[in-house]
Nanobody
Framework: QVQVVESGGGLVQAGGSLRLSCATS????????MGWYRQAPGNQRVLVAN???????DYVNSVKGRFTISRDNGKNTVYLQMNSLKAEDTAVYYC?????????????WGQGTQVTVTA
């Protein structure tokens, strides 16, 4: 019953910015991790950024200094601010939510939002 909904994707020129949003029906208090992954055509889905329950963050090297992941606990929402976008950032971006339950950890994925950066 956990819902994960992404928004904010679109078309932008190189050097521009976008902010992705991921809203979940799950309370942040029950979430271990929320993160952003991306998948370009012909490639595997890879981690872009992750934020842990304690607030620490992780980024793939190629986006460090350009992307920032953050969360709004009251809105059960995580954001990905993407600045200085490059053509290589073009991909479908997916939100990942990892929750805790009596059965252990579970992972939920959004349907993805397209980000296209023109060179």
């Amino acid at each position: 019953q956990v819902q994960v909904v992404e928004s904010g994707g679109g078309l932008v020129q190189a050097g521009g910015s976008l902010r992705l949003s991921c809203a979940t029906s799950e309370s942040i208090s029950s979430i271990n991790n929320m993160g952003w992954y991306r998948q370009a055509p012909g490639n595997q889905r890879v981690l872009v950024a992750n934020i842990r329950s304690g607030g620490s963050t992780d980024y793939v090297n190629s986006v460090k200094g350009r992307f920032t992941i953050s969360r709004d606990n009251g809105k059960n929402t995580v954001y990905l601010q993407m600045n200085s976008l490059k053509a290589e950032d073009t991909a479908v971006y997916y939100c990942r939510v990892e929750t805790s339950s009596t059965y252990g950890l579970r992972t939920y994925w959004g349907q993805g939002t397209q980000v296209t950066v023109t060179a």
